[in-house]
């Protein structure tokens, strides 16, 4: 498996110099995010080419790209009104294309949720139709379009995440699973999702809770690591496990030091 970290910028570096601080603390692949600053679905392509060769020049690969908090969020597939549902849309199959261009595989979807204005059945309708319109897209570009379990209320079970997956009968519509996401969340255990999710996931996001719903820093919490690991190696997964986690507030570069040591380490689990 590979270390991947969500990648921010560094305070007074630039974008070149932070992606390289990345490279150097030994992480393999990094997760860029839209709207967090230096990466929009309108980046022109020469932007987006200066980015894909920053990476590179770190020696880095782009893991996997965010849709971010504009279309996960703000504007959700779910939306009550119709007008923001259609921006999402649209605005996810740029994301797709953006995706691509930096050379991708993967874009990290919140596939909307339940509100005080969205019930369930509403929200299951809207998501299926706006996944299936933007899967299509996923599926012409060559980029998983990953469904991530979230704080969401909704899709709150490893049987309703499959069911809603394997309804699009499109293998571009996959799983991101984030483990600490499981137990912040009490939807179960992270090995059981695995296993049931199988290879659905494409990607998966790893950060610690503690069980009474606290999230830490790798190693700090009740994951239980070495029932995660297996559970992975069970079902074929050998690609990123991406750290989603904040840098500190000081010395930021001994953060991401220390969360590739902690990634060797879960990888490492027997």
Same mark, same amino acid.
């Given at each position: 498996?590979? =270390?991947?970290?969500? !990648?921010?910028?560094?305070?007074?570096?630039?974008?070149?110099?932070?992606?390289?601080?990345?490279?150097?603390?030994? &992480?393999?692949?990094?997760?860029?995010?839209?709207? =967090?600053?230096?990466?929009?679905?309108?980046?022109?392509?020469?932007?987006?080419?200066?980015?894909?060769?920053?990476?590179?020049?770190?020696?880095?690969?782009?893991?996997?790209?965010?849709?971010?908090?504009?279309?996960?969020?703000?504007?959700?597939?779910?939306?009550?009104?119709?007008?923001?549902?259609?921006?999402?849309?649209?605005? &996810?199959?740029?994301?797709?294309?953006?995706?691509?261009?930096?050379?991708?595989?993967?874009?990290?979807?919140?596939?909307?949720?339940?509100?005080? /204005?969205?019930?369930? /059945?509403? #929200?299951?309708?809207?998501?299926?139709?706006?996944?299936?319109?933007?899967?299509?897209? #996923? /599926?012409?570009?060559?980029?998983?379009?990953?469904?991530?379990?979230?704080?969401?209320?909704?899709?709150? $079970?490893?049987?309703? %995440?499959?069911?809603?997956?394997?309804? !699009?009968?499109?293998?571009?519509?996959?799983?991101?699973?984030?483990?600490?996401?499981?137990?912040?969340?009490? #939807?179960?255990?992270?090995?059981?999702?695995?296993?049931? %999710?199988?290879?659905?996931? =494409?990607?998966? @996001?790893?950060?610690?809770?503690?069980?009474?719903?606290?999230?830490?820093?790798?190693?700090?919490?009740?994951?239980?690591? +070495? +029932?995660?690991?297996?559970?992975?190696?069970?079902?074929?997964?050998? $690609?990123?496990?991406?750290?989603?986690?904040?840098?500190?507030?000081? @010395?930021?570069?001994? %953060?991401?030091?220390?969360?590739?040591?902690?990634? /060797?380490?879960?990888?490492?689990?027997?």
């Amino acid at each position: 498996m590979k =270390k991947g970290m969500c !990648f921010t910028p560094l305070d007074g570096l630039s974008l070149e110099d932070s992606l390289k601080v990345y490279g150097d603390a030994g &992480f393999d692949g990094v997760e860029l995010a839209f709207d =967090k600053g230096y990466l929009t679905i309108d980046s022109d392509v020469d932007h987006i080419r200066r980015i894909r060769r920053a990476v590179e020049s770190a020696g880095l690969e782009v893991a996997s790209v965010m849709a971010g908090p504009v279309l996960n969020w703000r504007m959700p597939i779910t939306h009550p009104d119709e007008a923001v549902r259609r921006r999402s849309v649209e605005g &996810f199959k740029k994301a797709l294309e953006v995706t691509a261009k930096l050379g991708a595989d993967v874009l990290l979807m919140v596939p909307g949720a339940v509100t005080e /204005e969205t019930g369930y /059945e509403e #929200a299951l309708e809207r998501s299926r139709e706006a996944v299936e319109e933007i899967a299509a897209k #996923a /599926e012409e570009v060559e980029v998983y379009l990953a469904v991530e379990n979230v704080a969401n209320r909704f899709l709150l $079970s490893p049987l309703e %995440m499959r069911s809603f997956i394997d309804s !699009f009968a499109n293998r571009w519509v996959g799983m991101y699973l984030d483990v600490g996401n499981i137990l912040y969340c009490r #939807a179960g255990y992270p090995w059981d999702w695995i296993r049931i %999710m199988g290879r659905r996931i =494409k990607r998966v @996001h790893v950060k610690d809770c503690t069980r009474d719903g606290r999230i830490t820093y790798l190693l700090e919490g009740d994951v239980d690591w +070495r +029932r995660v690991v297996e559970a992975l190696r069970d079902v074929g997964y050998d $690609s990123y496990l991406t750290a989603e986690l904040p840098l500190y507030r000081r @010395h930021p570069k001994r %953060m991401l030091e220390r969360t590739v040591k902690d990634l /060797e380490a879960i990888i490492s689990c027997r």
